[in-house]
Structure formats: C-alpha cells, structure tokens
C-alpha cells in the first residue's frame, strides 16, 4: 500500500458508499450473517428470543422496521431510519452485540459476522421487491411451502 493509499483506507473491504450519510432517515435492507454460517437459528428458543430483541431494539432506538426474517443462518432486515435514531452502524451494532449476549445463554462464542451487507432502497419498486425477497426466503430455501408459515418472518405496517 502506498502512503496516499494509506491515507484514505479507513476500514477493511469497506463496501460503504463515501459520500452517503448513513445517518439519514432512508430505508435499507440489511443482511446479518452467523458466524461461520453456522445454522444456530434452528434452535427455536434461541430464534424467538433473537426476534425478540430485535422488537424491542426497535422500540428503543427508535427504528422503523418494516420486514424481517431470521433464517437458521442468517437474518435480513428492512429498516427504516427516522430523525431520532442512530446511524445505522450503530443501530445494527446494537441489535448484534444485544442479541450475541443472549445466544450465550445456549452458547460460546461470537454469534454474528463482524460486518453485515446493506442495501439503500432508492424508490417504492425497491421497496416492495425488497419485502417480497425477505418473505419468500423461507420459501425458497424449502423450509415452508408459504412465507407465512415461517415462524420468524415478518411484516410490519407502520
């Protein structure tokens, strides 16, 4: 690496856009991957509590959060960023460190990936494909014939 290059490298195999304002109250969806893609989320009870929490960090850092689905290795989100809330590094840093501390009630170790991959929805079409994705997972990872049937998925209408 070159001193100019060192420079301006701020963080490893950043996929951020430099010029966005990840503060701004906008919509993303995000995914959230175990370690390892371990499938620790067939796990029932640990799921449930996981979904859990993500309810109620949504009440407390004051997030929109549209649709979500917690597959057994990985979580998607789309949410919403209002005035009051965090930038989304934190809001998701948050959720991930919450949600790490009670997976250790049936396990060791770090449960999430260091990163997670966003999405900045840019109209209504990106909207609604996005939540149309996020509930057919399930589906399409054969663990339901109908999104609904998917115990940790879902829809929230604001």
Known sequence: MTEDESKTYTRRNTLRLPTFDYASACAYFVTIVTTDRRPLFYNQSLASSVVECLLEQRERLHFNLYAYC???????????LTPASKPLGQVIGAFKSLSTRIYWQWGEGILWQRQFHDHIIRNEKDFYETVEYIKQNPVKKKL????????FTGIIRT
């Open 144 to 151: 339901v014939e109908e999104w609904d049937q998917w115990k």
């Open 70 to 80: 917690l597959m057994p290795d990985h979580l998607h989100l789309l949410i919403g």
